[in-house]
């Protein structure tokens, strides 16, 4: 066998061995009734243990009456706190009384010279039972830790929060000097304010001596000590001992007061009021001891150092909610006293109130209101009321709304000059009014209704070319919510055209004419059609309307021989249509013909003198001519007739041969 776990085998065999001889430990330490048991009487009062009382190894338990749900702040301080010199070891064990005997709750076991404080709230400050009974707290002196047995001062005091109403059954004490667990109180409380009110309202069978009011600790100026943040008392104070503002406890008749922080019954009944504004601003401890003279009776006690109201913050507050939904509401409530209440109502009327369910986490609290249908205004308000009786509330409103929907559609998204657009929509409510917007720049509008379904329709012609913006809207009333369709659009253009030119006669003499006639595609009279004619450098324009079928005519006369280039042209007639340019067509004009040279000719020469002369020449003139030509044996000959002439040809009819 390896000799390293040779070793272990035989190291562990021997532990087992020597653990078998060990007598075993309970888990719960008990010492309840070992040595020195001692009935306290009453609650808030010190609990001396002088020096070399409890003894290393010796064990003293002391008997408490304490109330379920009440909280008490428990704790061993004294002389033998010292971190320093640590002597003294003292440890603190709780157990609970039971019909079977002493049932172990929980051991405080600080190293020597620590104080120690007994608790079960999980911050190791303050004690909360359960139930009420009797509580043994077992004060041991460790026999193995301790070195010595100093003075020690054992508290068990009830602790008060501030602003909030406390009860105590107090009775008168005996004659006899008797101590009794009711004949007297003492409630503990920190504060830093810098003013107490403190309340005692008395009943009619009861006659109070007196309230005292004594600051015990001060950790800011050194003054008594902190323990897990929990403040303890300067304890030398604790029993009459005065530093100062600080200690002076105590509850003799004639003992030590603070004039300025007491007061005092006349009678019974006599209510007591301490108002005391403390000038040092430091977080501080305190003790009210309340003292009754004469009967008995249940006091209600009240420290007050909130003197404002308690806040309300409404949180994510809306306007407008979807009608027959449920609606969240969300408040933050802030107050220094502790709320004795808090509600949430809401009401669609204003008069009748119903109230709504809400969950709170810490300061903040949800509540959800039933939804309501369209149109309703629902009012609604947190209220709330704290510990010191102050009632306030926060309201807000919101209309509940349904919402509605506009969709449109268009049958066309490019339009012709002159076409109209036809648009088509559904809205979710019947008969209904709707507003259509055409928009180009600015928007015109037009009403119309919905049907039965829902259903709407629009025809419109456009007045501009361009691209339109459509879209429908419903502006909404008191219950349904305002809705717009998504925008459409379409454009709008001039109707493509075209145009022809024809001329009747593309070859004339000068002073000829010939028809221009053509057509223009959009059948539609009146249409202005211009004839642009070029020859050279010279320019003319010729008009002609259209008639019904599209169709013109007119009659061009040149002026001057050349090419003459012609274009028909109709222009863009506002929205309706883009206008046209024919192709060039050619017109030749040559000189003047035979026949039109004799009219000219005729004109000038049968005016007289010239007639006379005219004859005289044509006579020799012709008769000289056909002495030469038969002389010649020329031969004068009419060209064989032609087919009858087209009108255009007019001036040609006669051509020579020689």
Not at 233 to 238: D, Y
Not at 376 to 390: F, Q, R
Not at 598 to 610: C, G, R, V
Not at 631 to 644: M, N, Q, S, V
């Amino acid at each position: 066998m390896h000799p390293q776990r040779n070793w272990r085998l035989s190291t562990a065999v021997a532990i087992i061995l020597l653990l078998s001889f060990v007598e075993p430990v309970s888990a719960a330490p008990y010492y309840a009734y070992d040595g020195t048991f001692i009935n306290v009487p009453r609650l808030g009062w010190p609990v001396m243990i002088p020096e070399n009382y409890t003894l290393p190894g010796d064990v003293s338990t002391y008997n408490y009456t304490l109330e379920g749900g009440h909280t008490y702040h428990a704790y061993l301080i004294g002389e033998y706190v010292n971190l320093t010199t640590h002597t003294t070891d003292y440890d603190v064990f709780l157990y609970r009384e039971t019909q079977t005997g002493a049932k172990f709750m929980s051991s405080h076991t600080e190293a020597a010279g620590y104080p120690e404080q007994v608790s079960n709230d999980g911050s190791g400050r303050y004690l909360t039972p359960s139930v009420s009974g009797n509580y043994y707290f077992t004060v041991r002196n460790d026999l193995l830790e301790s070195n010595g047995s100093e003075a020690a001062v054992l508290m068990v005091v009830e602790r008060l929060e501030l602003n909030t109403w406390y009860s105590r059954y107090l009775t008168e004490p005996s004659d006899e000097g008797e101590i009794r667990y009711d004949s007297g109180w003492v409630y503990e409380f920190t504060s830093s304010d810098t003013r107490l009110k403190i309340d005692v309202e008395v009943p009619e069978t009861l006659d109070m001596y007196e309230a005292r009011l004594y600051i015990v600790g001060n950790t800011k100026k050194k003054v008594g000590l902190t323990v897990n943040g929990a403040p303890n008392p300067w304890w030398r104070g604790l029993n009459g001992t005065t530093d100062g503002v600080y200690g002076g406890v105590n509850d003799d008749p004639q003992g030590f007061r603070h004039l300025n922080m007491s007061d005092s019954c006349e009678t019974g009944g006599e209510d007591m009021l301490i108002d005391y504004k403390q000038p040092l601003k430091d977080e501080l401890l305190y003790q009210l001891v309340l003292l009754p003279e004469y009967g008995n009776g249940t006091i209600n006690v009240r420290v007050q150092t909130d003197f404002d109201l308690p806040k309300i913050t409404l949180l994510d507050t809306v306007t407008e909610v979807n009608s027959g939904e449920e609606v969240p509401v969300r408040c933050r409530v802030e107050d220094r006293s502790p709320l004795t209440s808090v509600s949430l109502l809401y009401s669609t009327d204003s008069r009748n109130w119903s109230e709504a369910p809400y969950t709170s986490n810490d300061e903040l609290y949800n509540g959800t209101i039933p939804g309501q249908g369209p149109g309703a205004v629902v009012i609604y308000k947190w209220v709330v009321v704290d510990s010191l009786g102050n009632e306030v509330y926060k309201s807000s409103q919101y209309k509940a709304m349904r919402s509605t929907s506009v969709v449109i559609s268009l049958d066309k998204e490019k339009v012709l000059g002159g076409d109209y657009v036809l648009l088509s929509g559904k809205m979710s409510l019947p008969e209904t009014k709707v507003q259509v917007y055409y928009k180009q720049d600015t928007a015109t509008k037009f009403d119309v209704t919905t049907d039965e379904d829902g259903f709407f329709s629009h025809v419109f012609s456009p007045s501009k070319l361009g691209t339109w913006e459509v879209y429908a809207e419903y502006a909404g009333d008191k219950s349904y919510r305002s809705s717009a369709s998504s925008h459409q659009s379409f454009v709008v253009e001039r109707k493509p055209t075209s145009v022809t030119l024809n001329i009747s006669a593309p070859v004339i003499g000068l002073g000829s004419s010939t028809n221009v006639t053509g057509a223009f595609s959009e059948a539609r009279v009146g249409y202005e059609v211009r004839i642009d004619a070029r020859c050279g450098g010279n320019q003319t324009t010729l008009l002609a309307l259209t008639d019904n079928e599209g169709h013109f005519i007119t009659l061009f006369t040149p002026e001057i021989q050349g090419e003459w280039t012609l274009q028909a042209i109709v222009d863009a007639d506002g929205i309706y249509t883009e206008g046209a340019r024919s192709s060039f067509e050619k017109l030749y004009v040559g000189g003047p013909t035979i026949s039109k040279q004799i009219d000219t000719l005729k004109t000038t020469a049968m005016k007289p003198p010239y007639v006379y002369g005219l004859g005289a020449v044509l006579g020799g003139s012709i008769g000289g001519c056909l002495y030469l030509a038969k002389k010649k044996g020329l031969i004068f000959k009419k060209k064989e007739a032609e087919p009858a002439p087209d009108e255009k040809a007019e001036d040609e009819d006669f051509d020579f041969e020689l």
